[in-house]
């Protein structure tokens, strides 16, 4: 296992649009997080998974978003009607329970 | 509400000088601290992680420490080189339950040749 992967790496979409982004985490890791990071900012906590369960929510996360996890293993972080300022990198980062995070190269996301 | 603040928010050097980047927190109940590199575009890659019993932690040319009680960490970069520019960041992890890290906004640092 080579680390925390993410697919697409860059994503164009116009407004409106729906988008889905994938997280695969290391394979023994129970938690997984999911940040924003803004141009010239550091990353901001939206959500994250132990197994398939998701513990927490950061207000950030309006009603547009919503992540799975389903079977506890990758997950997927879903956009509806995206507006310009969810124009991001969207981080991914895997961990076992109470240990270092591991994060992965991140989806560029940009709304036109 | 934990806010991570780091100064200055870039920082420009010749080679071979030591660099210092300055981390503080508001809240000192910590579980522990972590500086992470990102270069343009990419993702965070783990630099140092000290825990919060920890008053520093080294690893070759880098060494970080943690004064809790003051909520400041400092990463010290010996002898830079033009390689060790990018954008550096720190974070914290609290002490209660879950596991999210609050970040700083970095420093991005230009090491000149």
């Known amino acids: 296992d080579t680390g925390v992967s993410q697919d697409p790496r860059h994503k164009i979409t116009k407004r409106g649009q729906n988008v889905t982004f994938r997280c695969d985490p290391i394979s023994e890791h129970n938690r997984l997080y999911w940040y924003r990071q803004t141009l010239g900012q550091g990353p901001e906590f939206l959500t994250y998974?132990?197994?398939?369960?998701?513990?927490?929510k950061s207000r950030l996360l309006s009603d547009r978003f919503s992540a799975e996890r389903p079977k506890g293993s990758f997950s997927t972080l879903e956009i509806q009607r995206t507006e310009q300022g969810d124009s991001a990198m969207y981080l991914c980062?895997?961990?076992?329970?109470?240990?270092?995070?591991?994060f992965g190269p991140g989806t560029r996301l940009t709304v036109t | 509400k934990q806010e991570v603040t780091q100064i200055p928010a870039a920082l420009s050097v010749p080679e071979g000088e030591n660099l210092v980047l300055n981390c503080s927190f508001t809240?000192?109940?910590?579980?522990?601290l972590q500086w992470f590199r990102q270069d343009p575009g990419k993702g965070l890659t783990s630099l140092l992680l000290?825990?919060?019993?920890?008053r520093e932690q080294t690893s070759g040319r880098l060494n970080a420490s943690l004064d809790k009680s003051s909520g400041r960490s400092t990463l010290y970069i010996a002898a830079s080189q033009p390689g060790d520019s990018a954008t550096y960041l720190c974070?914290?992890?609290?002490?209660?339950?879950?596991?999210?890290?609050?970040f700083g906004g970095g420093t991005r640092v230009l090491v000149k040749p």
């Open positions: 974070a914290v992890r609290p002490q209660a339950a879950g596991n999210k890290l609050t």
């Open positions: 998974f132990q197994n398939e369960a998701q513990l927490e």
């Open positions: 980062a895997s961990s076992l329970q109470g240990h270092e995070q591991y």
């Open positions: 809240d000192s109940a910590i579980y522990n």
């Open positions: 000290i825990q919060s019993s920890q």
